[in-house]
């Protein structure tokens, strides 16, 4: 017995001598706000001040197009208004009814115009959305790693973001490890020159850029249409 333990001592001895621990070292964390630096970029102010100007321009061909819907519906009132006329022959009543199922048929056209506008606008403005998001945080991803290697950073945390139960993945951190600013400082390096600076409290963008219309699904119908 006494010898069966002295060599299992041994086994244990001779096993620590050949497979020594090897230390691990400290992870070096670092936090980020990537929805600030993404509000902030000079390209998402440039992009926003587009978009805007892309809306405007969709707002008023919707407006246009409601206008002729509107007047549409003006012309198959008056033929209304005609119809009442106890003065009217039969062939003038079935002329003007025939008539009137052709306007009918063009405020239809019309409405169907308006609500393939507005999807066709909102589809294509969200889509340049997402493009631009895409690129641009790719883009920052890339110098974000940049200062965490500076900073021999292994692990980054986005502050941003936020978990099932809505909260931010990061409850607490300490500011000095906190690298927003100096990610913001590479950035702004390759601003050109002329370019707005962001707003002080910035609207969420591009995300946030209100689309030309909103297709709801609704069926779209101008006043005093049958």
Known sequence: MNKLLASLLALAAFAGVSAPVIAQPAPKIVIVDMAK?????????????????????????LEKLNKEGQDLVNALKEMEEKGKNPALTND?????QAD????????????????????????????????????LFDKISVTVSEVAKKKSANL???KSGFTHIGLSPVIYSDGAFDITEEVQKE???GRPAGTPPAPAAPA???????????DDGAKVTFPGAK
């Open 37 to 61: 630096i993404l509000d902030e970029h000079y390209e998402t102010v440039e992009q926003n001040a587009k978009l805007k100007a892309d809306e405007g321009r969709a707002n008023d061909e």
């Open 92 to 96: 003038a009543k079935e002329k003007l």
């Open 100 to 135: 009137m199922r052709v306007k009918i048929e063009d405020i239809q056209r019309k409405q169907q115009e308006v609500q393939s506008f507005r999807g066709n606008t909102q589809r294509s403005l969200q889509q340049r959305i997402q493009n631009f998001r895409k690129v």
């Open 156 to 158: 980054v945390l986005d």
């Open 187 to 189: 950035i702004n390096k």
């Open 204 to 214: 969420p963008a591009p995300a946030a850029a209100k689309p030309a219309a909103k």
